[in-house]
């Protein structure tokens, strides 16, 4: 079946710091992968994705490659802000209507 | 408009009520989602929906139905509801279902059965 399993948090990192979030998963097929980040009180917001092997997802200054001979997609971000603070899912999907199977999800607080 | 409305925000009910969950987009997308999810853990699937048929029920108890009137209307109906029913219940949507694409989550209602 498919899985992802995430670094458990909580992470508690101080402003500009740099931050990785591990991410490995299994799949039966070629999976797209997702990063989708939960601010408190709200639902999901993606916040990047890969759709195939060697793909680099960016957005805010978040990064991930799809490592494909690793079976993982690690987020990264080079400085972290404070607004930065909220859950973060890693997520995969490997067939049209299938399921998006998610991460156990890793909260991150950052401290000014 | 990229947005997926949901309502009500926040629903209290007891175990004989009937109530519904109400979910909105008007991006044009033709598939739709219930996913709940408890405090501290990820979402899990209960539904989807796509060209207003259901395609996926991942075996949720018939005390759960969804009903999607429409392609911009997604509802859940619930009726004696057990109190491990209370959680965040989140709608999304993507444009057709297709593995690659991104889905936009509402902010969920947050639901307490008593």
């Known amino acids: 079946g498919n899985s992802v399993t995430q670094m458990e948090g909580p992470v508690t990192l101080s402003e500009e710091a740099f931050l990785t979030i591990n991410c490995t998963y299994t799949a039966t097929g070629y999976p797209s992968l997702f990063w989708y980040v939960q601010y408190p009180g709200e639902g999901l917001q993606l916040l990047l994705k890969a759709t195939k092997a060697d793909d680099k997802g960016s957005n805010k200054g978040f990064e991930a490659t799809y490592r494909k001979e690793t079976t993982s997609f690690h987020l990264e971000k080079g400085s972290v802000q404070v607004s930065d603070s909220a859950v973060y899912f890693c997520a995969l999907r490997v067939t049209s209507y299938g399921k998006l199977t998610f991460g156990q999800g890793t909260i991150l607080t950052v401290h000014p | ?114």
């Not at chain 2, 004696?80 to 969920?108: H, I, M, R, V």
Request: charged share 20%.
């Open chain 2, 1 to 114: 408009d990229t947005e997926v409305t949901q309502t009500p925000k926040h629903l209290v009910m007891g175990m004989t009520n009937k109530k519904s969950l109400k979910c909105e987009q008007h991006m044009g997308h033709r598939a739709m989602y219930w996913y709940k999810q408890k405090a501290k853990k990820p979402p899990e699937l209960m539904f989807v929906y796509s060209y207003e048929k259901l395609s996926i029920n991942e075996s949720v108890p018939s005390r759960f139905s969804p009903e999607c009137p429409n392609s911009s209307l997604l509802n859940l109906h619930l009726h004696a509801l057990q109190p491990e029913d209370s959680a965040l219940y989140l709608c999304a949507s993507s444009q057709s279902g297709t593995g690659s694409e991104k889905l936009f989550f509402g902010s969920g209602t947050q639901l307490s059965v008593l």
